[in-house]
């Protein structure tokens, strides 16, 4: 009888594993999904430690040579913490999991976001991407992450955002985006975002600032766009953004900026235009922001400062110039 049932199973078994190959693996994590969820049993693999009870668990899978997102943690778990893995791929993952809030997947080996991939994260909040190798950010690719508040995708590839790939991010309020290679970006990338506060451009290859897609940041408090390619900043170039309190433009390649460039920056209060190619100080340009109170133009090749070369700026309380090296002359007035 014992050996009957022995048998029995390794006949199903093998069976199991020669369809398996067969089937695409698509088609299995479908069945999967299809389960009712009852039957889903959490489980915690051996690499992750699993925190916290039905209501509020919580997946550390730190640094534990996952080559995929786990798909048997808790169904309710609302924090995975994935950093430091080998995960390349996010497909037919993350649906296991329409409770998270916090998804951390930075420095892994993810190439690309894919399409809809988060299409059932309505909760997310904080989605770290950092450190990964991602190029390019499709149609889809954060579909369906309407709440999310911190989007970090530091330190990738990026050189190419389609323009509805950011659509979704309504309530998106922190953007980073330092150390990738985007050039320039298509216009309305960033329509939608009409919540965003602070946005981080640093280090990329941006050779001109992205005006038509600023315009639609009405909320913006922060922009960070140090360490680009910008040589000219045309007119109106920021118009729009009357919430912004700091700007950076630092270690660009900026020679001359247009008459009204920082026109409509009226809360402007922290401006940095440190290492770039300026010649003349931007006197007329900067007389219109009479709120600044930093203002940072060391690092420039000025030749001579002249007399009133500050106007107008009467709550300034910082004022950097060191490293002028091609100066020659201060008016003493
Ligand atoms: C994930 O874990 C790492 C290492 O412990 C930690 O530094 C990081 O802050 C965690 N991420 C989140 C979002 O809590
Ligand atoms: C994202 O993760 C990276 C590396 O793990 C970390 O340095 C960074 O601070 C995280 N971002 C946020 C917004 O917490
Ligand atoms: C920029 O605006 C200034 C007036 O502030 C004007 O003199 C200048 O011609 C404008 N530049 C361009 C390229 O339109
Ligand atoms: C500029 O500063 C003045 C005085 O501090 C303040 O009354 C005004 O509201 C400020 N303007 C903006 C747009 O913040
Ligand atoms: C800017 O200045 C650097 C040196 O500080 C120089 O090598 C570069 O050619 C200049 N670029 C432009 C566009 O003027």
Redesign the pocket.
Known sequence: MADHTDTTATTATATATGRSRAVPVRLLLLLVLLLPLPQIRAFCPSKCQCLGGEANSRALCVDAALEDVPIQLNPETKYINLTLNRIRNLEFSLPFYMKLEILDLSQNIIETLGSKNFEYQSELRTLNLSRNLVSSLHKHAFKGLTNLLLLDLGYNRIETVHPTALGDLASLVELDLTNNNIVSLEDNCFKGMAALEVLVFRNNRLLDVPASNLWHLHALKSLDMSDNLVEFVRNDSFEGL?DLLALSLRGNVMSELDGSAFEGL??LKHLDLADNNLTVVPTQQLAKL??LTYLNLGGNRFAHLPAVAFLNLF?LRELHLSRLDYLQRIDSR
């Open positions: 009357k009226i809360s009479s709120n709550h």
